[in-house]
């Protein structure tokens, strides 16, 4: 993103204090987080990593938006300049968030393939997709679930027979869906 462009994380910021869903989303993904060493993809204004900080997590935090990550450091956050899609982390996470990342993403399976071989053994993702149908419209993804909001936490399948439900071929089967 260039610099002398508006950045949604700075309307995040300067709203989120005062905002229900702010708040509420941070708690439902709160209850969902396994794991000392945290991944939060696509960060934001830095709220939740931040968050996590504050509990005692040991968290990394990209976006691919400048600003974004300008914001997350001066919370004193481990933050960089990414894009998952393109990026190589080395990196094993016990939890990888991805909160509004997804429905911005156009090979979402193979990100998510990304995402479940920077998972520790027994990690988990958890996933927050706004999926209104004109977000994900023309889409055949297996994310393309069409509630008003996905948020759950995945982990990564060992036997077919184990997992209650697998997403396409990512290897990652889904544990606890919320709808609302």
Known sequence: MAKNVH??????????ENDF????????????????????VGCGS?????????????VVAT??????????????IAAFLSDITYSKIDEKFDCIILGDV??????????MKKIHNMLKTNGCIVVNVP????????????????????????????K???SKSNISDTGICLLSPSQF
Do not use: M
Not at 148 to 153: E, G, K, P
């Open 7 to 16: 950045s949604h994380a700075e309307d995040l910021e300067r709203i989120e």
């Open 21 to 40: 869903w702010s708040k509420v989303k941070v708690k439902l993904i709160l209850d969902l987080v396994e794991g000392a060493r945290v991944l939060d």
């Open 46 to 58: 830095g709220r939740l990593s931040k968050t996590l900080l504050d509990r005692g997590y040991s």
């Open 63 to 76: 976006d691919t938006d400048w600003k974004a990550v300008e914001i997350a450091k001066k919370k004193g």
């Open 102 to 111: 997804l429905e911005h993403i156009e090979n979402d399976n193979s990100v």
């Open 131 to 158: 999926s209104y149908l004109f977000c994900l419209a023309n889409t055949t993804s297996p994310w393309d679930i069409k509630e008003d909001i996905l948020i759950t936490s995945l982990r990564p399948s060992l």
């Open 160 to 162: 077919q027979q184990d």
